[in-house]
T-cell receptor, first 113, second 115 residues
Framework: DAKTTQPTSMDCAEGRAANLPCNHS???????VYWYRQIHSQGPQYIIH???NNETNEMASLIITEDRKSSTLILPHATLRDTAVYYC??????????????FGTGTRLQVTL | DGGITQSPKYLFRKEGQNVTLSCEQN?????MYWYRQDPGQGLRLIYY?????DFQKGDIAEGYSVSREKKESFPLTVTSAQKNPTAFYLC????WGTGGLDEQFFGPGTRLTVL
């Protein structure tokens, strides 16, 4: 699976959009970009995933560049409850074996008043 | 409600003792996973199981053992051979199969402290 690079930490004011970048320059054609987040002392929570098109759900939007070497997770209106560590993961989806996730250290997002 | 439960939330053991962490899911998921997380670090895969009575080692299996006798349950034993067992342990599950959704759903975790 391709390696990802994320900033160690970011701050965002409550109510503003939080844009979390991720570089995955070695991504291959069959690999998806997944985002999870982990609120302190809890299990990670799935947010969104995509292959090449932009994706949106009730939690966030995922913007993937045309060359697929980077992506941005967007939380449109961040709240204090969005304070968490956000993990960007790149992997092949459902290859017929159990889906191992490789977590890096992620981006620690701090939402402030 | 469907979900994954792990018990206990906090666990203390003396050095040299084996300890078993519980993980149960009622999501009807085929695959289950155990991860370890150390402070300030990401998750590392210990063991995973795709079906009942089958499991594979992950990246850091040494000092751990698992069993998968039932689809709903995937207990993890931390043995005395694990050199540094104090950590936050997370269990997850997912569906798998061609075309299936395979996002992983995580339990709340067990924080193990070995004294």
């Amino acid at each position: 699976d391709a390696k990802t690079t994320q900033p160690t930490s970011m701050d965002c004011a409550e109510g503003r959009a939080a844009n979390l970048p991720c570089n995955h320059s070695t991504i291959s054609g069959n690999e998806y970009v997944y985002w999870y987040r982990q609120i302190h002392s809890q299990g990670p929570q799935y947010i969104i995933h995509g292959l090449k098109n932009n994706e949106t759900n009730e939690m966030a939007s995922l913007i993937i560049t045309e060359d697929r070497k980077s992506s941005t997770l967007i939380l449109p209106h961040a709240t204090l409850r969005d304070t968490a560590v956000y993990y960007c993961i790149v992997r092949s989806r459902n290859t017929g074996t159990a889906s191992k996730l490789t977590f890096g250290t992620g981006t620690r997002l701090q939402v402030t008043l | 409600d469907g979900g994954i439960t792990q018990s206990p939330k906090y666990l203390f053991r003396k050095e040299g003792q084996n300890v078993t962490l519980s993980c149960e899911q009622n999501l009807n998921h085929d695959a289950m996973y155990w991860y370890r997380q150390d402070p300030g670090q990401g998750l590392r895969l210990i063991y995973y199981s795709q079906i009942v009575n089958d499991f594979q080692k992950g990246d850091i299996a040494e000092g751990y053992s698992v069993s998968r006798e039932k689809k709903e349950s995937f207990p993890l034993t931390v043995t005395s051979a694990q050199k540094n067992p104090t950590a936050f342990y997370l269990c997850a599950s997912s569906m798998w199969g061609t075309g299936g959704l395979d996002e992983q759903f995580f339990g709340p975790g067990t924080r193990l402290t070995v004294l």
